[in-house]
């Protein structure tokens, strides 16, 4: 399967822990957005990386998520401290300049 | 920033009409409209896309249309069936924003034999 891949698929955590989740992006597309999903909405930027430089982070971003994507390959989100509000699907989607986005499966979190 | 408003929200359909689901955009500098298409549990399809230099792209059953004055592009789905149920994702995005997706809230299309 060449699509976007995503890890963990689903990961429950207790409020107040960190959480990593991992994108591996279609091979040689250069462009990789996350975004957050919550039940009932349509996906809401997060962020995007042009190679492994990270050119434009949304206001929902707050200080509590980085995301690294360091040789211009995979990508991480780790969101620190968790909150009940984290609670969402988190979708990675990757793409080769100019083109059309190509999402992958996501990660369901869901924090107690 | 853009806002993309999506009607309507559900539509129910007999297998073999058309489905019609409409969405408006606030920026004048958006560019870039693709639509998806997304089953529970799975990550957004990609189903088409059209680029503000193009009035209507056709794609089999699947069209788009886009009318740049009015900011409003709409997707056609003619001889609908049931695998067509799903729930339809359009957007919009401006070339100089990296392209980041802003989303409409959804349609949740049901498609009854």
């Known amino acids: 399967d060449t699509g976007v891949s995503q890890d963990p698929r689903h990961k429950i955590t207790k409020r107040g822990q960190n959480v990593t989740f991992r994108c591996d992006p279609i091979?040689?597309?250069?462009?990789l957005y996350w975004y957050r999903q919550t039940l009932g909405q349509g996906p809401e930027f997060l962020t995007y990386f042009q190679n492994e430089a990270q050119l434009e982070k949304s206001r929902l971003l707050s200080d509590r998520f980085s995301a690294e994507r360091p040789k211009g390959s995979f990508s991480t989100l780790e969101i620190q401290r968790t909150e009940q509000g984290d609670s969402a699907m988190y979708l990675c989607a990757s793409s080769l300049t100019p083109g059309p986005q190509f999402f992958g499966p996501g990660t369901r979190l869901t924090v107690l | 920033g853009e806002n993309v408003e999506q009607h309507p929200s559900t539509l129910s359909v007999q297998e073999g009409d058309s489905a019609v689901i409409k969405c408006t955009y606030s920026?004048?500098?958006?560019?870039?409209f693709p639509w998806y298409k997304q089953e529970l549990g799975k990550g957004p399809q990609l189903i088409i896309d059209?680029?503000?230099?193009?009035g209507e792209k056709k794609d089999q059953r699947i069209a788009v249309t886009l009318n740049k004055t009015a900011k409003h592009f709409s997707l056609h789905i003619t001889e609908t069936q049931p695998e067509d149920s799903a729930v339809y994702f359009c957007?919009?995005?401006?070339?100089?924003?990296?392209?980041?997706?802003?989303f409409g809230k959804g349609t949740s299309l049901l498609v009854t034999p």
């Open positions: 059209i680029r503000s230099n193009v």
């Open positions: 957007a919009a995005s401006i070339a100089n924003s990296g392209y980041a997706l802003n």
């Open positions: 920026d004048s500098a958006s560019n870039y």
């Open positions: 091979s040689e597309h250069n462009r």
